[in-house]
Structure formats: structure tokens, C-alpha cells
């Protein structure tokens, strides 16, 4: 049985922040930050806003291209590290889209990589599990998580929600080609937003034994980053990635029509695509006006380009994501 991409949709929050907005509460500027990362603008989740409101606007787009009927989807993936809800926010996009026919809906938590992992178990449930319609949504809110007065990480986030429709199909038809995919825990120090230690440390007692019962509410540190060690992980592993998917699809760089990374960073993906002897001009990027949008980056660029024109039915797009975890992986997908 196959699997093919059949309809995409973005939700992006109102408010727009520019590098010069940022300049007025960190000490930065419009150059470092456009040279040192290709952002100039993103936008904040603010007012009424919401990560499911965006994530639902996303799906409903992504349904209307695809002519599928809400009640027709079976599976609802919600990719995010940033749920609304801490015990998965999937459900709630289920119930806003009107899938009546009691569908399955479960979160995935992979940070930027969230998007490419959704796209490999949509597939897997198509596969193996029966499944016809999945909705998958890469949807994430890191400024939630962001310290606004630490100038080497707020720079970077922005908020946002993209939406693919994913439909059974002949083998022929396949549009997922291959897949590569890894985690490594121990690069988990380099890129975090773990629970308060002191919290942790407070529940279970010096021994391990329970003491001052019961424990306070815990709740999250803001984003810790090491960038230099990202940078060298994402530099390192996502070519190695994707020359894996190239091959386990029998093809090479030059039948891919699109290289779609994770946008993280200017210099990541240009550092990738000169690595992979991509030309320029066969990069999508959006990076410049959204920034890292974590798990929506990657749909979120796909529908644009779609939207445009530049990907059009047929295409093969070599899509990686990568981040904390460390996860990251690459997929091979004919639009
Ligand atoms: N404005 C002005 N100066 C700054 C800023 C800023 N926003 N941020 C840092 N600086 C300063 C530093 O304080 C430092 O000053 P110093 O030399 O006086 O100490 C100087 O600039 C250089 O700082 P570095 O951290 O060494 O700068 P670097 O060249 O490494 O760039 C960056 C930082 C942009 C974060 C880079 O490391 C990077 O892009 N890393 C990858 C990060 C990433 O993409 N993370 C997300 C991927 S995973 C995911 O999506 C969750």
C-alpha cells in the first residue's frame, strides 16, 4: 500500500515581531542577527491567539486542498513540543475540525523534528494499521519558552502551525520514497527545556524517600541552547541523513527538485545544501520573515511554495528536520 501527500495550509499568528522590535529589549541589531541567521521577522502568539487555533486554521486549509472531508480523516497527528494541553492538544484539534467518526488523535513530541517523524508514523499507520485519512500538524510556540532577556536564543524563535493531508494509495502512487530517522540523548545538554531541577529534586526527597509530601507545581525552564554545538550536530548529521534517504530510494541529488530543511538558520541550511551540491535555487526557504518555528517550519515553507507554484504535482522534495533530543532525520516525499 502507498501513501500520498494530497493537500497542505499554514496558521500564523498576527503579531509580527521585526530583529529592530528585538533591539528595544536585548541588547542586538537588525545586521547581527540577519547575518549571523537570515531572520529578519516572526511572528508571537498574542490576545486571543492560540497554538490549537493556529493548528486547526492550518488543518482546515490543508482539508479544503485536499477535498477531504473532516469526517473522512481517520488519524490526527499533532506534532508540537509546546501543547496546550501537557497531556496532548490532538484531540482538541479533532474536536475544533468536527472528525466525527471518532478518529484516532495523539501528540508527538520531537521538537523541530516533530514534522518529519509525523510524516513517517502517518505512514506507518497507512501502511500497517489501515488508516486512510491522516491529518498531520507540525504547530509549535516557543516564544512561551523563550527567556526575552537571553539575546542568543530569543532572536531565533518564532510561532507558528503548518498541515499536510496524507491519503492511502496504490504503491505506485507512493509519495513517501524513504525515510532515515535518529535521536542521541546524550546531546540532550546542548538544546533543552527541562523540568525545574530544584522542583524535581524538592517531590522526591535527598534519598529518593518521599518527603515534604506534597510536592509544589512544577513547571519548565525557559530554552537552553548551546548554538555552537547545534550548529556542528546540524551540520554534521543532516547531509549524512539525507544522502541515507537518497539512497534507500535508489536516487541521487540531482533527481531531488527541492531540498526543504528545518529553518533554523541561514547558514545551517546553506552549509547543507553546499555540502549535498544543491544549488541555490532548488532551497525553500521562508526562514527570513517566520524564524524557527520548530515543528511547523517545514509545512509551513512546503505551503508556501506550493501555494506559489514552485512545488508542483510530482515534485521530490528531500525534507529533513533536526533538534533537540538531539532527534533528527530526513524523508524523501513526491508532492
Ligand atoms: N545580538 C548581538 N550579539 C549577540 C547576540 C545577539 N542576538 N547573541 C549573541 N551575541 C554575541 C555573544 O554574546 C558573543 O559576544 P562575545 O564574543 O562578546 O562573547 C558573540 O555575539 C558571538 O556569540 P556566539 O554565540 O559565539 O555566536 P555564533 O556565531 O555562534 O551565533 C547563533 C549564535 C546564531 C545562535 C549560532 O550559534 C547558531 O545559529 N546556532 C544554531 C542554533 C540553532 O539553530 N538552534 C535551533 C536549532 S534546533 C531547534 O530548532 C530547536
Redesign the pocket.
Known amino acids: 500500500k502507498g501513501c500520498k501527500l494530497i493537500g497542505c495550509g499554514s496558521g500564523i499568528p498576527t503579531l509580527q515581531v521585526s530583529n529592530d522590535d ?2 528595544t529589549i ?4 537588525d545586521e ?2 540577519s547575518v ?2 537570515g531572520i529578519r521577522n516572526r511572528r508571537v502568539l498574542s490576545g486571543k491567539d492560540s497554538l490549537t487555533g493556529l493548528a486547526v486554521e492550518a488543518a482546515r486549509k490543508a482539508l479544503e486542498m485536499a477535498q477531504v472531508d473532516p469526517e473522512d480523516i481517520d488519524l490526527v497527528l499533532m506534532c508540537t ?1 509546546t501543547p496546550e494541553d501537557l497531556f496532548g492538544s490532538a484531540p482538541q484539534i479533532q474536536k475544533a475540525l468536527g472528525c466525527k467518526h471518532n478518529p484516532l488523535a495523539y501528540d508527538i513530541t520531537a ?2 523534528s516533530g514534522f518529519v517523524l509525523g510524516l513517517v508514523s502517518a505512514a506507518c499507520h497507512i501502511r500497517g494499521g489501515g488508516f486512510n485519512n491522516v491529518l498531520i500538524v507540525g504547530a509549535d510556540s ?1 516564544s512561551r519558552y523563550v527567556d526575552w532577556t537571553d ?7 518564532g510561532d507558528a502551525a503548518g498541515a499536510v493531508v496524507m491519503q492511502a494509495c496504490e504503491a505506485e502512487e507512493d509519495g513517501l520514497l524513504a525515510f532515515d530517522l535518529h535521536s542521541d540523548g546524550d546531546g540532550q545538554r546542548y ?1 533543552n527545556a527541562s523540568v525545574k531541577e530544584n522542583e524535581t529534586d524538592h517531590a522526591l526527597g535527598t534519598n529518593g524517600s518521599v518527603r515534604d509530601f506534597p510536592p509544589r507545581q512544577s513547571s519548565y525552564s525557559c ?1 537552553q ?7 556542528r550536530f ?1 551540520v554534521r548529521c543532516v547531509p549524512q541523513s539525507i544522502e541515507s534517504s537518497l539512497q534507500k530510494a535508489g536516487l541521487t541529488v540531482s533527481s531531488i527538485d527541492w531540498l526543504l530543511l ?1 529553518q ?2 541561514r ?2 541550511i546553506d552549509a547543507v545544501a553546499t555540502r549535498l551540491e544543491v544549488p541555490q535555487e532548488r532551497v525553500l526557504s521562508n526562514l527570513a520573515n517566520y524564524g ?1 518555528t ?1 515543528a511547523a ?1 517545514i509545512p509551513l515553507a512546503l505551503d508556501e511554495a506550493v501555494r506559489a507554484g514552485k512545488v508542483k504535482s510530482g515534485h521530490k522534495i528531500a525534507v529533513a528536520g ?3 533530543g ?1 532527534t533528527w532525520g530526513s524523508a524523501i516525499v513526491r508532492w
Not at 536585548?26 to 541589531?29: A, I, N, P
Not at 541552547?225 to 550548529?231: Q, R
Open positions: 528585538l533591539a536585548v541588547d542586538t541589531s547581527w542577527i549571523r541567521t513540543s521538537a523541530c516557543l539575546r542568543g536564543t530569543c532572536i531565533l524563535f538544546l530554552i541552547m548551546n548554538g555552537k554545538e547545534v550548529f546540524a528545518h533554523a538558520n547558514r545551517i524557527n520548530s517550519s533536526f533538534g533537540a538531539l
